[in-house]
């Protein structure tokens, strides 16, 4: 069951500054702090006017989905209606959905330094729900600060509410100052906020979701542009802290699917997914917080009973080209199926092959996210009340994994670790046949029986009547691609019946040791260093972090002129070419600090380039 925190208060009107004498009327249209925050309700509407900041439209709600560009080599914005912006690298500092973004999180960092200032504003309100809000709110102004001084370098840095309209001369800190407050919020933050298992659900800033967010915070710092390796150091102290965390109990879901299924079925799962941003409803309640994942990222169709997707997002050659046979995530984050148009019920689907050129392998929507989860009906043609996660276990495993190998080289933990993660998607179904005597005088085909209770199901091709192969049968979900099953020791072949005799055929199955990473790819720190920036793409795509990631690791800009140079060869004289043609270094490196601001405050300095 999915629990939110619904603001009933639109805004909270603050106003200082002095009035003449004769002026005695009090407003009665606005709040002040003085009058609020006088009771545990009031601190929880206060607190999700700043946990707002995270589902509203300019972020997580429906911008950072697809209009900043953030799925970069991954994937791509299809929607030919919008001629410039972020995700074709051809905006400017006047781009709409760049400043809606830095207006926002000033915003929510507003809302949150309000909400420090009056928290004890009533002492009888007690200790430990103070402390609590008082964390989480220092935990969400570390976090928008973090994405702003990813996106945009260094900013101004307020840790006090504004209280005049014309305090809006402030200078830019630097990147390294900007991320000593992001610390410094977030680890005051950890010692304030609850266990994930005392609250019991991810929508909410748990110890487990301030470590795993530490984690990622020093990861960032050790790469690009600070630099500061010796914060892997901190990645791994914090990574400890979640996984020798025994009452929180974190561990990857058994079931890359799952994971996602979950989200929309608004389920939680706290062992892997540790963060979302919250949303709830179908837009037909009085109270609702909906977002468009899964409608922007979803797999196109206009099959309302299956939950309508306008599909804005487009997965590249390279993510497709990415995965090895054996590897399931493919087929749940590259679905190869159409949902059936109406009248069809939710779910109905018309199978794809995968016999995809080069060509056709941008020219489909990705899976992650499918509304056909959905719970709540009827389902809202444009909006979706599905989570988008901002930590999974598996990546604080992934991180751990990174950092190790910054440290030591690829040792045997940290190459285990990566395994852990290959293995939990990795089939051990069947592999393939090989008809070891077609036999003869079949006049249909024969039946195909696999030995085991594996689960797979196939079906003898015939030509002239001898057998000449065994096809697995095509799983009807689109969970994965074929009825494959799963064995731990090869199952035996039986071919009976079809008038005809002497077919024989064997099977061959995947394996789980088949997921290990090669040696070849942990010869060297510089090896492993690239097999896990590929396993990232693999495992994380389309949640909102391959950009920062290519940004750390300072191969950004190198990405996007190779996927210009692929692009150019794959699918010649497309428009989708120049999305990563239009690359410059510096100046794409960082988001433009808006015209707004650049006008507004005269002491702001733009960045490289713009």
């Given amino acids: 069951m999915k629990i939110r925190y619904f603001i009933l208060l639109g805004f909270i009107l603050l106003s200082s500054g002095s009035c003449k004498d004769f002026l005695d009327t009090k407003p009665e249209d606005a709040l002040f702090p003085g009058n609020y925050y006088q009771t545990a309700e009031e601190l929880d509407y206060a607190l999700t006017a700043v946990y707002h900041t995270l589902g509203s439209d300019p972020t997580y709600g429906n911008n950072l989905l697809y209009l900043l560009g953030w799925t970069a080599d991954e994937g791509f914005m299809n929607r030919s209606s919008i001629a410039t912006g972020a995700f074709r690298l051809n905006h400017s500092p006047g781009d709409t959905y760049v400043t809606a973004f830095w207006r926002e ?7 949150a330094n ?22 989480e709110a220092l935990f969400l102004r570390g976090y928008l600060y973090f994405l702003l001084v990813q996106n945009f370098g260094g900013v101004p840095i307020k840790v006090t ?50 470590r795993g967010i530490l984690m990622r915070v020093n990861l960032y710092m050790a790469g690009y542009p600070l630099k500061e390796t010796a914060r892997y150091q901190e990645v791994i102290k914090w990574g400890d802290k979640i996984m020798q965390d025994g009452a929180s109990g974190h561990a990857m879901n058994p079931s890359f699917s799952n994971i996602f299924i979950t989200i929309a079925q608004e389920k939680y799962d706290i062992k892997e997914s540790i963060w979302e941003v919250e949303f709830i409803g179908n837009s037909s309640e009085v109270y609702n917080e909906t977002g468009r994942n899964g409608w922007i990222n979803g797999i196109a169709t206009p099959n309302t009973n299956t939950g309508r997707s306008d599909g804005y997002m487009t997965w590249t050659a390279k993510l497709y080209n990415s995965y090895e046979p054996g590897d399931l995530r493919k087929y749940w984050c590259i679905p190869h199926f159409n949902y059936a148009a ?22 489909r929507t990705p899976g992650k996210f499918r509304r056909e989860f959905e719970t709540q009906i009827p389902k809202s043609a444009t909006r979706s009340p599905i989570n ?91 969970v994965t691609y074929s ?81 210009a140079a692929i692009m150019t060869t794959d699918i010649p004289g497309s428009v989708f070419i120049t999305y990563y043609g239009n690359m410059e270094s510096p100046k794409h490196l960082l988001l433009p600090i808006p015209s707004a601001e650049m006008v507004t405050n005269n002491k702001m300095v733009q960045n490289p380039g713009w």
Avoid at 114 to 135: A, F, H, M, Q, W
Avoid at 175 to 202: N, P, R, W
Avoid at 419 to 444: E, H, L
């Fill in 388 to 478: 988008v996660p901002l930590l999974r276990y598996t990546d604080v495993v992934m991180m751990y994994a990174e950092a190790l190998n910054e440290i030591q080289g690829p040792v045997q933990q940290a190459v285990s670790l990566v395994n852990q993660v290959r293995r939990r998607s990795w089939s051990t179904g069947i592999k393939s046949f090989t008809v070891t005597n077609g036999g003869s005088g079949y006049t249909a085909a024969p039946a195909v029986t696999i030995s085991g209770n594996g689960g797979a199901s196939a079906k003898a091709v015939l030509t002239n009547g001898v057998v000449t192969g065994i096809a697995l049968d095509r799983d009807p979900t689109g």
């Fill in 483 to 563: 009825l494959a099953g799963t064995y731990t020791s090869v199952p035996t072949v039986t071919l009976s019946g079809g008038d005809g005799s002497g077919a024989q055929a064997t099977a061959e199955i995947f394996r789980l040791e088949d997921a290990d990473v090669k040696p070849a790819f942990t010869a060297s720190k510089e090896t492993f260093r690239k097999f896990i920036q590929d396993e990232r793409m693999r495992e994380f795509n389309f949640e909102n972090m391959r950009r920062s990631d290519l940004l750390r690791w300072e191969i950004y800009d190198q990405v996007n002129r190779d996927m």
């Fill in 105 to 111: 999180l000033y915003n929510g960092i507003n809302r």
């Fill in 114 to 135: 309000i909400l420090l200032e009056n928290v004890d504003n009533n002492l009888s309100i007690p200790e430990e729900k103070r402390r609590t809000v008082k964390g």
């Fill in 342 to 363: 109406l009248p069809a019920a939710a779910g109905t689907k018309t199978l794809v092959s995968e016999n995809f050129s080069e060509a056709t392998k941008y020219a």
């Fill in 161 to 210: 509410s504004s209280k005049s309209a014309v305090d809006v001369h402030i200078q830019r800190n630097t990147v390294k100052e900007t991320y000593e407050q992001v610390l410094k919020d977030m680890t005051e933050a950890e010692g304030l906020v609850q266990d994930i298992s005392t609250l019991g659900f991810g929508g909410r800033v748990s110890k487990s979701a301030v």
